[in-house]
């Protein structure tokens, strides 16, 4: 079984993306393209996103925590749209519940004014339209309740499928829930400590920030320190959660032997188990022929 997460182990997720040959050069490309995302929307990220699955394939092989280049930027690009495509159908079930909530009471309550204008019983609309907003509040609401769940219950698993396609490569590997499965499961603990790492971590550059955006002088720097806070916590989820999931594929138990196999171990123990065989008591106790010598007459002749 590896050895779960300590002290060290962190220390040297946190700091990597400051480490390394070039990592200047490296990690102000990632600034300087999610910075363009605000002028160009979705593009920049998709490569942003494919350099991200790298840092986590990396991690989960166990290849060491370092900044790669920026050089096959066909293969950031398609990884980039592996990455997107399968957080999309995670987070796809909450989405749709808060959009939806969100639109139809918005649409009912963009409604409401043209209604009441072209009705001539002002009456009537108010007793049909009340019962109907209360409706389309409390589908509003039930939508700010149920979807947050939702989305919670598709953030947990993700980490573990986006490790487990960055490792093989493959966007069907996000997808094979009987194959990465166990990993999350043997393993709660620690993926329960990454998250609380993260969100910990996410935590105190927002309340940084914030505390930047009060002072009212430095709110110019929000921008470029929201940029810079984003990709750094891009880089650290990654190496975070592909580190765990490394250490959760290695404490898997071993499969057991097939049928016809034996483990060294066993034959050792049924060697030393098996009892010797028994002696009779009779044959035992009568003595044994000693070999006939020839005599020195015989020998002679």
């Given at each position: 079984m590896s050895e779960p997460m300590n002290i060290p182990s962190l220390k040297t997720i946190f700091r990597f993306p400051f480490q390394g040959?070039?990592?200047?050069?490296?990690?102000?490309?990632?600034?300087?393209l999610v910075f363009i995302s605000f002028i160009i929307p979705i593009i920049p990220l998709i490569f942003v996103g494919g350099y991200i699955l790298e840092v986590m394939r990396r991690a989960a092989k166990g290849e060491g925590l370092v900044l790669p280049e920026w050089s096959d930027?066909?293969?950031?690009?398609?990884?980039?749209?592996?990455?997107?495509?399968?957080?999309?159908?995670?987070?796809?079930?909450?989405?749709?519940?808060?959009?939806?909530?969100?639109?139809?009471?918005?649409?009912?309550?963009?409604?409401v004014?043209?209604?009441?204008?072209?009705?001539?019983?002002?009456?009537?609309?108010?007793?049909?339209?009340?019962?109907?907003?209360?409706?389309?509040f409390s589908i509003f609401f039930i939508a700010?309740?149920?979807?947050?769940?939702?989305?919670?219950?598709?953030?947990?698993p993700l980490p573990?499928?986006?490790?487990?396609?960055?490792?093989?490569?493959?966007?069907?590997?996000?997808?094979?829930?009987?194959q990465w499965w166990p990993a999350l499961w043997e393993n709660k603990l620690g993926y329960f400590i990454a998250f609380t790492i993260?969100?910990?971590l996410a935590s105190i550059l927002y309340f940084a920030t914030t505390l930047i955006y009060m002072t009212l002088v430095c709110c110019w720097l929000i921008p470029f320190l929201s940029v810079?806070?984003?990709?750094?916590?891009?880089?650290?989820?990654?190496?975070?959660?592909?580190?765990t999931f490394r250490q959760s594929m290695e404490s898997e138990p071993a499969s057991p032997p097939t049928p016809g196999e034996t483990a060294p171990l066993e034959d050792a123990a049924q060697?030393?188990?098996?009892?010797?065989?028994?002696?009779?008591?009779?044959?035992?106790?009568?003595?044994v022929d000693a070999p006939e010598t020839p005599s020195t007459s015989e020998t002679s002749a």
């Open positions: 040959q070039g990592w200047q050069t490296r990690f102000l490309i990632g600034i300087v930027w066909g293969k950031l690009g398609l990884d980039g749209l592996k990455s997107t495509l399968i957080s999309l159908i995670f987070l796809l079930p909450g989405s749709i519940v808060l959009i939806g909530g969100w639109v139809f009471y918005m649409s009912f309550a963009f409604s004014p043209i209604i009441a204008a072209s009705s001539t019983n002002g009456r009537n609309v108010d007793a049909i339209m009340v019962p109907l907003f209360l409706f389309a700010l309740f149920v979807g947050p769940i939702l989305l919670a219950l598709g953030a947990i573990v499928a986006t490790a487990n396609m960055a490792s093989e490569g493959k966007l069907a590997a996000g997808f094979r829930i009987r993260f969100l910990g810079f806070a984003g990709f750094y916590l891009a880089l650290v989820y990654a190496a975070l959660f592909g580190v060697v030393a188990e098996t009892p010797a065989p028994a002696v009779d008591e009779n044959t035992a106790s009568q003595p």
